[in-house]
């Protein structure tokens, strides 16, 4: 699995500017299996989607945490 993030411009998961996290934009479905890292938040803020499709795994490492005010859906 990917241990950290992808994106294309629209949609994806990128490292947050100020906090050195990640942040989820635009409207992504994730094309591979990822883990976020044990030291990193992710953030699916308000406008923002991540879809989980069938055959793909978000894992949140222990000591990861997210946060999610936008919609995830699995």
């Not at 635009?26 to 069938?54: M, R």
């Amino acid at each position: 699995p990917e241990k950290y993030y992808k994106y294309d411009g629209s949609a994806g998961i990128k490292p947050d500017a100020d906090s050195n996290n990640l942040v989820a934009f635009g409207n992504l479905t994730l094309p591979v299996d990822l883990t976020i890292p044990a030291d990193k938040t992710l953030t699916i803020p308000s406008g923002a989607s991540l879809t989980i499709p069938e055959g793909k795994t978000l894992t949140i490492a222990e000591g990861a945490t997210m946060t999610n005010s936008g919609t995830l859906t699995n």
